[in-house]
């Protein structure tokens, strides 16, 4: 369990990242001080594998879910596993006074929707942007005073490669990716002038995680008759097996360099499509 209150210090250096270790290149951890990750959303997918990573590598990992499952991960003395959900403002709170002092957030958690604009209903387009956008921004407020009074720590945020290309079928789901975006590199000007770094993870089309299945899940079945052959002609357009795809891994080591690297780029294209689509 993290109890230090003797933060890391992060210097622009040529250090190799050290795969076993919580050393990086311009990641100085101050002596005798382990760092802290939070990270949203590890039920599934990116978070959880993210974690995983961080572990490897020796961080203390706080991995937070909606419904704790505490055999997901390995037991390590590094790992503990918080109850969050990033729409709540109560279990926020809750979240980071158990948590206590921490280095790194990652704003992983989100929600797809894959529908016709005019197949979505405004209360799924709330429920979308209030965890998406609104849930990345609570979280962010709520870790800064701790980053500013320290003058270290960064915000990863997840975003989507689709913020790169318009897609259909994707606008509300886009726009609230994109809203992340625009805000990460605007908050980040107002603080670097503390140290506080920000950045941004933007992922490809990952078929392995169970988010494609909740994005067609919430089509609600409402595809209006108008669209129903529209939509019929994306889905015999979406890439087939041996196209260009995203592994969870490469969002984990994304997010890691995001984490560790102080020269990092502020976006992060992640996986072999959303590098390519990045150019
Ligand atoms: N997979 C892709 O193709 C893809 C591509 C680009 C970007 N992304 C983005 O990458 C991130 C992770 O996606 P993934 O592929 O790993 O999907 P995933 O397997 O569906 O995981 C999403 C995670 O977010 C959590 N979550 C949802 N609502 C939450 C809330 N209100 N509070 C806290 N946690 C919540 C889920 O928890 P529960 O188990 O409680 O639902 C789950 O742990 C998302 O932000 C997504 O938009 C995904």
Redesign the pocket.
């Known amino acids: 369990m993290s109890t230090s209150t003797a933060p890391h210090t992060m210097t622009a250096s040529n250090t190799t990242p050290a795969s076993a270790s919580a050393t990086s290149a311009g990641f100085t951890p101050a002596p005798g001080h382990t760092p802290t990750v939070l990270i ?9 594998d993210a974690a995983r990573l961080f572990l490897d590598r020796g961080w203390q990992v706080i991995a ?4 704790p499952q505490p055999d997901l991960l390995p037991r390590s003395e590094r790992l503990r596993i918080l109850p ?4 709540r403002e109560d279990s926020i709170e809750a979240c980071l006074r158990e948590a206590g002092p921490i280095d790194a957030l990652v704003n ?5 929707m894959l529908a016709p604009l005019e197949g979505t209903s405004l209360a799924a387009a709330r429920e979308l942007f ?3 956008t609104l ?1 990345t921004i609570a979280m962010t407020q709520a870790v800064l005073p701790q980053f500013r009074e320290r003058r270290a720590g960064v915000v990863v945020n ?5 913020t790169l290309k318009p897609l259909p079928l994707l606008s509300v ?1 886009t726009a609230s ?1 994109v809203a992340v975006n625009a805000f990460t590199e605007s908050v980040a000007l107002e603080l670097a002038p503390f140290d506080v770094r920000m950045r941004l993870v ?6 392995t ?4 299945a ?1 994005a067609q899940s919430r089509m609600g079945g409402s595809v209006p008759e108008a669209y129903a052959s529209f939509v019929q002609s994306v889905f015999a357009g979406v890439p087939g097996t041996k196209a260009l795809t ?1 592994q ?1 891994e490469d ?1 984990a080591e994304a997010v890691w360099r995001a984490v560790t690297d102080v020269d990092a780029p502020m976006r992060i294209p992640a996986g072999a499509d959303a590098v390519a689509m990045a150019g």
């Open positions: 949203t959303g590890c039920s599934s997918g990116f978070g959880l937070t879910m909606r419904t969050l959900d990033v729409t992983n958690a989100g929600v797809g209030q965890t998406n849930g997840v975003t989507s490669a689709v789901y990716k933007l992922p490809g089309r990952a078929p995680t169970r988010f494609g909740n995203t969870s969002v």
